[in-house]
């Protein structure tokens, strides 16, 4: 016969010294074997013997990369360099021509020289053009501008709404992660305590004291809650990867499953089956689990039961709504102009508050005289 006990802790030393949990039982020689597989670390081998590795078990935060528009200006990326500095040529040109038609056309034109820097304006925005104009080569000049205007302005459309509904490469590494705007959460295990606090990478500790550290308790939460918050905004969690890929697989669209990256702050160790030291069974249960790997029932038993990445299989974007971010850069455009309107409008009135003052001061002089 045999006493079976059950235990929710492996293990992990004390400060003084002593293990609690699993580990704590094989120290006071309370048990025998494990039926369950265990970190092989090195602070547990001096007080049990492992005899058989089992599976391995990769944790990582897991992430979606950020929209492109959280990252960068897509304003300014639709077009190539070359291709804005072809706009502005364009640009000059039509001014140019418009200028040397006004010239030398034997027809008059309601417009002044300005005018025409207005017109090319107002075409690139697609507006249109408060002034009459009535011979022909004027009409040609302003169709061809309309029409390579609206090429431009459609082209630069498809492209802002394609950059809208892409993700960004900006997360390559865990140095990139700890400069995101992303936030971190951790899954709540005894071990991701442990190894985050007990890791020598200085880039896994920097990412740890900036942006798990500071949040204390709140960081850790359970696999349902992280996955939600990574899959709904800009967030990063760190999940057993097995566990993560079963959430993605029951909750996550296809799309979605589509911009989904994971890294690896720290490499976890095998885990094996553990028993007491001087076991005597040791080495027939050794033997069988080996050969239990050796005819490929442990392979068969982890793809039956150990959920693997989910495939994309479709990387067409869903619908993606517009807010405040993907705008920012125009609300500071017109931030920008409206400022410079005012600061304008300021000058304007003190100008015209001084020239009235100048004459009531220079006409009082002259009653003087």
Known sequence: SYNTYQTVNYGWRQPN??????????????LDFGQLAIF???????LCDFVAETYRVRAGI??????LSAVANIFSMPFQIDVWISIIVLVVITIVVMLLEMLFSPHTHKMSYMDSLNFVWGAMCQQGFYVDVRNRSGRIIVFTTFVAALFLFTSFSANIVALLQSPSDAIQTLGDLGQSPLEIGVQDTQYNKIYFTESTDPVTKSLYHKKIATKGDNAYMRPALG??????????YQVELQAGYQVVSDTFSEPEKCGLMELEPFQLPMMAIPTRKNFPYKELFRRQLRWQREVSLVNREERKWIPQ?????SGVGGFVSIGLTECRYAFRIFGYGTALSFAVFICELIRSHIKGIYKIFKGSRRVQY
């Open 40 to 46: 092989m670390r090195l602070d547990r081998i001096a």
């Open 227 to 236: 996955m939600e918050k990574m899959r709904t905004g800009l967030f990063a």
């Open 309 to 313: 990445k989910p495939k994309c299989e």
């Open 62 to 67: 897991m992430f979606r990369q950020p929209p």
């Open 17 to 30: 010294g002593s293990f609690d949990g699993l580990m704590g039982r094989f120290q006071r020689y309370e």
